[in-house]
């Protein structure tokens, strides 16, 4: 696809739009292609920054119309090919999705035509890279080993000071191409970079593990780790029974379901959804412009930042300090008791307090409940606001 191509398909993409908000958006990516070839970039290099035309253009359609947006689009669209600038930095456009089944009781046994091999020396730090879409299953081993399923591709691995690397090379035609690796707990560092595909991984304990792909999807079970780092653009991440002094996710329109994790949590999406239950933490910073946030556990800070996505925020004893803020969305927080202060703030929206503390001070569009140790925010242009008590 040539640029042509591609700006004339995103403007027809965009004709339910008003047309002074298309010509905005339309004036916005031609400066960016302006901007990228000044930086020595070709098309094709700018247009994988950009994504494709339907990417783009579901993440403007689901922006809220715009008498609820702040500032024009122009500066909207600015700041997010700032973020999708800085998610794909690293990333190369993807090529084939596969669907990974991990019920198929694979064992890491190989089979006659597979490619195996291992590494001799022992690694702390390990970086795994396929070319190409590529589902891969991890676990805890004793000694490095793999397993390649699928059609005729190259396997490479080198090893020095400390530092470990297997690429995957080659085309893969075959949606069962698989990679099996047993990450002994030698491995302080693990760095995945797949294209597309499942990456799942069980049982392993490095130091710092990260995650990165174009539309790869990430599914992380009885992980323990200092740091987790997942980026995609719109690949899902699926977590359970984990443990991390620090996890940070920034994705495009792929979705985050966390379940019983112990872990301070940094998120950021366009617009996936980000559903949390069980949560452990000490503090959490959740961001989305269109998607909806739901959590649920222990924190004692916690910031969920939306404009148009719903909030459901429920917490137990240990909150300290949340905060809630969003343009048109609803928020909705349920607190385990009535010792807390809250101040709610907004424009055309509507404030329920479903609890028996009473409100010391009612303005417009402003309330105060509450004379308790928890402190609690919330603010919201358009969006209602509920505060219940369990």
């Known amino acids: 696809m040539t640029k042509i191509e591609y700006l004339y398909e995103l403007q027809r993409r965009l004709n339910k739009l008003p047309e002074e908000d298309r010509a905005e958006i339309m004036d916005a990516f031609e400066e960016h292609f302006l901007e990228g ?44 090919l700032r973020f999708v600038k800085d998610t794909l930095n690293s990333v190369k456009e993807t090529g084939v999705h596969f669907e990974w089944n991990i019920d198929r009781g694979d064992d890491f046994r190989p089979e006659p035509d597979d490619m195996t091999g291992f590494m001799e020396e022992e690694v702390q730090e390990l970086y795994v890279v396929s070319a190409k879409g590529l589902d891969m299953k991890l676990r805890k081993g004793d000694t490095l080993n793999y397993i390649y399923r699928g059609e005729s591709c190259a396997i490479e691995t080198t090893s020095e000071n400390g530092k470990g690397y297997i690429r995957v090379l080659g085309n893969h035609s075959r949606h069962e191409a698989e990679f099996f690796l047993e990450v002994p707990e030698s491995v302080c560092v693990l760095d995945i970079r797949v294209p597309s595909g499942k990456v799942y991984a069980e049982d392993i304990t490095p130091d710092t593990f990260a995650v990165s792909g174009s539309s790869a999807d990430a599914e992380i079970r009885t992980v323990e780790s200092k740091a ?49 239950s069980d949560l452990i933490a000490d503090e959490v910073y ?105």
């Open 286 to 390: 959740l961001e989305t412009k269109s998607g909806d946030i739901t959590i649920e556990g222990e924190t004692a800070i916690l910031e969920a930042v939306t404009i148009s996505g719903d909030t459901d925020a429920s917490f137990g004893n240990h909150a300290e300090k949340i905060t809630l803020k969003s343009v048109s969305g609803d928020l909705d927080l349920t607190l385990p008791d009535e010792n807390f202060r809250a101040v709610f703030e907004t424009v055309s929206g509507d404030i329920s307090n479903e609890t028996d503390v009473e409100e010391l001070l009612r303005g417009h569009g402003h309330y105060e409940i509450g004379e308790g140790t928890t402190e609690v925010l919330g603010k919201t242009v358009s969006g209602d606001i509920t505060i219940d008590v369990e």
């Open 228 to 276: 987790f780092r997942f980026s995609s653009n719109s690949g899902d991440l699926t977590m359970a029974d984990s443990s991390f002094e620090k996890m940070f996710v920034n994705v495009i329109s792929g979705d985050i379901d966390i379940d019983h994790v112990n872990a301070d949590l940094d998120i950021h999406t366009i617009s996936g959804d980000i559903d949390i």
């Open 37 to 80: 070839k000044k930086a020595g970039k070709t098309d094709a290099e700018i247009m994988e920054e950009l994504g494709t035309v339907n990417e783009v253009a579901e993440s403007l359609g689901a922006l809220p119309e715009k008498e609820e947006r702040t500032g024009t689009w122009k500066d909207y669209l600015n700041e997010t």
